[in-house]
C-alpha cells in the first residue's frame, strides 16, 4: 500500500455537499487539486476561492434537504466525471438562541434543524450508493460533531440529536455496503473556526474563553478538517470503515 500524498484522486470524481466555504469547499479543494474532478454543491452562491485544477469543479446552488436537488446533482457529479467515487457531507446549521431545550423548542425548528442537518445525508448517501456500486466502490466522509458524544449546558438539542444520529448513520452505512467495496467514515470535530463560529465573538469572553477550554488553546482550521478527511477518502485508508476520526484539540479527552 503506497501512502497517502492527497495526489491520489487523478480520473476519479464526485459530489461534496456544503461545498459554499469552510470545510466542505477545503475538501472539495483537496480533491479538484489531486485531480478529482468534483461537483460541489450548496444552498449558497458559488464561493470564491475553488481551485483551478488539474482537477474539473462545477458549482450547483441548491437545497440538499430536497431529493430532487440531490437526485440531480449526484446524476450531475456521475456525468461531469464519467464515474462516481466520493461523497462528502459537510452539510449542517447550528441556530443559537433558537435551537434550545425540547421543551421549549418550536417543532417546527427541530424538524428544519433535522431536515437540513441529518436529512441531507441520507439524501445524498441514497443516491450515492448506486453510483458507486456501479463503478465499484467508492467512499463516503460524512461530518458529524463532538456534540454527538456529549450533551451541553447550553442545550442545543436539534443540532445535538442530528449529530449524533449522522455518527450511527454513518456507521450503518459502513456495515450495509462492505460487501460492495463502499467505505464510510465519519469526523467529529469541535470548535473549528468557520462562519459558524463566528458567534462566540457575541458571547462574554469571546474567544478567548473558548479557546481556553480547548487543551491546545486554539481552534482549529478548516484545513485541520481536510487533511484526515482526504486520508479517509483516499486509498491509504483503503481498511478503515465505520469509524468516527475525533478532532477537536483534545477537547472530549478531558474529565
Partial sequence: MKPF???DFANRGGLVAGAGGGMGLAIANGLIEGGADIVLADIKPEPEGIAEGPGRALYLEGDLSDEGFVR?????????????DYL????????????????????DLWRRVLEINLDSMMLTARHAV??????????MVLISSIQAL????????????SKGAIRALSKS?????AADN?????????????????????????????????????????AEIAGPSLFLLSDAASFITGTELIIDGGTTALP
Fill in 5 to 7: 500524498t492527497g495526489r
Fill in 72 to 84: 440531480a446533482a449526484v446524476a450531475r457529479a456521475r456525468d461531469h466525471a464519467g464515474r462516481f
Fill in 88 to 107: 462528502v457531507n459537510t452539510v449542517g446549521v447550528w441556530w443559537g438562541g433558537r435551537d434550545v431545550s425540547v421543551v421549549d423548542i418550536e417543532p
Fill in 130 to 139: 448506486p453510483m458507486m456500486r456501479a463503478n465499484g466502490g467508492g467512499a
Fill in 150 to 161: 456529549r450533551g451541553d449546558a447550553v442545550a442545543q438539542d436539534a443540532y445535538g440529536a
Fill in 173 to 177: 452505512l459502513a456495515i450495509q455496503f
Fill in 182 to 222: 463502499i467505505r464510510c467514515n465519519s469526523i467529529l470535530p469541535g470548535y473549528i473556526w468557520t462562519e459558524m463560529m463566528h458567534r462566540v465573538d457575541g458571547e462574554p469572553g469571546g474567544r478567548e474563553n473558548k479557546q481556553n477550554i480547548i487543551p491546545l488553546k486554539r481552534f482549529g482550521t478548516v
